[in-house]
């Protein structure tokens, strides 16, 4: 070398312009917009999976404290207080169930087994 100025590959580009910006021109292509719609079938599915987990998880919760709440109605005095009690929280289970039913509705159900097992 002369001891010059060496060009480097990023002074091409206008000065606060990224080089993604200038490569995000051209219009989208066939393969990015079937990218796109995997990702939101993929992030769909994911989310559906996460409120089947939480769904699980409510119900193992509330069938624990009904299963507790009917433990104490051998020692307990007040049996019919106890027994409308666990009534009322196993409703709340049964609405639980059937969310976990629509959010199935058309789904396969061997997909999600594993977020609602537990439950």
Sequence with gaps: GSG???KRK????PHGQRREEKENVNPPSALMSSFK???LELDTRHDKYERLVKLSRDITIESKRTIFLLH???????????LSESEVKLDAVRRKIKQVAQELIGEDMYQFHRAISPG
Excluded at 10 to 13: V, W
């Design 72 to 82: 104490r109605f051998t020692s307990a005095p007040n049996g019919e207080e106890i």
């Design 37 to 39: 719609s995997f990702q």
């Design 4 to 6: 010059g100025f060496r």
């Design 10 to 13: 990023h002074d091409n580009f």
